[in-house]
């Protein structure tokens, strides 16, 4: 929706998770030579300033990302989501977060490609101007779902989609089952993450069913919960992977904890269960 801005909400406990993630399957698909391709349906401005007024309104990455950066980890997945957040900052001092585009242009190497959706004017810009010199991005101001589905399948054909809506209006969450199954049939190889928020509404678990049901292939999901479903606001973070790599489960099995612990959460606060398991 245009009225959402990310700038609120940046380095806060689900950007956390979500960016542990996308760090995770990208660093997957490093491990082989082969160019990927990266696609973002919602993809914000890309890199947020701390300082300016938006993230000082709410402080939200106050209690995640500054929590996570003083604690510091051994887990070597949140080593590497570290990393991207330490190259976009001078020194000891967080001034900075990056947005999933930085991050995927972090992780990614000469020959992989990059593509990203943007419909908000202002963001687009942002966008733009983030990434005015790098030839392996493309930014696109056009609705997420028909930009992507129109690049499918991608050049190069092994890659990572991240679904990253507002769910501003319960619309947003039919639209997701709905993009699945057009997108895996056009590209049945490729991996998908979706995030969610857990909210009292509960209009996610309609969601993970429509995309369970839309798709071929095995189904991670990975939550986050902050505080008691009945606290009147977001109490926590979701994400489905459709096609996820060997041995992620495993990652997410160490580090979880070890984020949850950092944020001051119990180890119950995270939980990991294959909806459909690989064959």
């Known amino acids: 929706m245009l009225s959402y801005q990310h700038g609120f909400h940046a380095g806060n406990f689900a950007d956390l998770h979500k960016h542990l993630l996308q760090v995770g399957l990208l660093s997957s698909l490093n491990k082989k030579a082969k160019p990927w391709s990266y696609l973002e349906t919602h993809s914000g401005r890309a890199m947020y300033e701390l300082a300016d007024d938006q993230s000082q309104k709410t402080g939200e990455y ?20 570290l990393e991207q ?34 419909l908000h004017p202002t963001e687009v810009e942002a966008l ?25 399948p991608p050049d190069p054909r092994r890659g990572l989609v991240l679904i990253d809506p507002a769910y501003e209006v319960k619309e947003e969450y039919e639209q997701v089952g709905r993009f699945l199954r ?34 071929d292939g095995a189904v991670l999901r990975s939550e986050l919960r902050v505080a008691h479903e009945d606290c009147g606001r977001m109490y926590g973070s979701g994400m489905l992977i459709v096609n996820p790599p060997w041995q992620l489960d495993k990652s997410l099995e160490r580090a979880m904890p070890q984020l949850a612990a950092a944020l001051g959460l119990s180890a119950d606060a995270v939980s990991l269960q294959w909806l459909r398991e690989p064959v």
């Open 62 to 81: 106050r209690e995640g990302i500054a929590r996570l950066w003083q604690a510091g980890s051994q887990d070597p997945l949140i080593q590497a989501y």
């Open 85 to 118: 957040v330490r190259n976009v900052n001078s020194g000891d001092e967080l001034t900075r977060y990056p947005g999933s585009p930085s991050i995927a242009a972090g992780m990614a190497r000469e020959n992989d490609r990059i593509a990203l959706m943007e």
């Open 128 to 152: 733009r101007g983030v990434f005015r010199r790098d030839d392996r991005v493309a930014v696109h101001h056009r609705d997420g779902y028909e930009g992507v589905s129109a690049l499918l």
């Open 182 to 215: 057009k997108a895996q049939r056009l590209w049945p190889v490729g991996m998908f993450a979706i995030w969610y928020p857990l909210l009292a509404a509960n209009r996610w678990q309609g969601m993970i069913k429509s995309v369970v049901d839309a798709v």
